[in-house]
T-cell receptor, first 116, second 114 residues
Framework: EAQVTQNPRYLITVTGKKLTVTCSQN?????MSWYRQDPGLGLRQIYY???????DKGDVPEGYKVSRKEKRNFPLILESPSPNQTSLYFC???????????????FGPGTRLTVL | AQSVAQPEDQVNVAEGNPLTVKCTYS??????LFWYVQYPNRGLQFLLK??????LVKGSYGFEAEFNKSQTSFHLKKPSALVSDSALYFC????????????FGKGTRLSVIA
């Protein structure tokens, strides 16, 4: 089944404790992206990747890191989480952004993160 | 920079009645427009998109949307609402240009009442 998977689905942590949220897709998509969803703000893009080893900042990158060593994986890293990073996070992928401005994005199920 | 507005936080409609969820956008070039739906505790699912051509776009689950360039709108519609349509709906826009992000609206919560 074609899908985007994220782990963990739920995470409660404390300020300053490094964490990684994994994202994996099995559709051979080139483009992957991370969003955070906050009430009244909709989805905001954190980082995106147009291909392996190519990543770029979205609208709200502060406090986050990403890497794209393999095509299928795009982990989101919080080196020193803070309470304002408490949010619902979504990973998404699409076929390819360089020629695929019209591509549909496929979303993972979400990761609900709470930073105390 | 592109932007999208969903002027209603909440839309309530009776089952069997037509529904409309509004979306307006702003881009410098030609817009690529999308509608996504989010059911409780789920990720976003694609409903439909407008790229070019016919202004009326048909999508999943009986939804359709009309692209209106003069009014810069892309309202989502369905002729007869179902209780199962109750969800959070997001409009999104992408401007022309390599690497331009997909920008989402804040979402509209649709409640269909039996």
């Amino acid at each position: 089944e074609a899908q985007v998977t994220q782990n963990p689905r739920y995470l409660i942590t404390v300020t300053g404790k490094k964490l990684t949220v994994t994202c994996s897709q099995n559709m051979n998509h080139e483009y992957m992206s991370w969003y955070r969803q906050d009430p009244g703000l909709g989805l905001r893009q954190i980082y995106y990747s147009m291909n392996v080893e190519v990543t770029d900042k979205g609208d709200v990158p502060e406090g986050y890191k990403v890497s794209r060593k393999e095509k299928r994986n795009f982990p989101l890293i919080l080196e020193s989480p803070s309470p304002n990073q408490t949010s619902l996070y979504f990973c998404a992928s699409s076929l390819g952004s360089t020629s695929g401005l019209t591509d549909t994005q496929y979303f993972g199920p979400g990761t609900r993160l709470t930073v105390l | 920079a592109q932007s999208v507005a969903q002027p209603e936080d909440q839309v309530n409609v009776a089952e069997g009645n037509p529904l409309t969820v509004k979306c307006t956008y702003s881009v410098s070039g030609n817009p690529y427009l999308f509608w996504y739906v989010q059911y409780p505790n789920r990720g976003l699912q694609f409903l439909l998109k407008y790229i070019t051509g016919d202004n009326l776009v048909k999508g999943s689950y009986g939804f359709e949307a009309e692209f209106n360039k003069s009014q810069t709108s892309f309202h989502l519609k369905k002729p007869s609402a179902l209780v199962s349509d109750s969800a959070l709906y997001f409009c999104a826009v992408r401007d022309t240009g390599v690497g331009t992000p997909l920008v989402f609206g804040k979402g509209t919560r649709l409640s269909v009442i039996a």
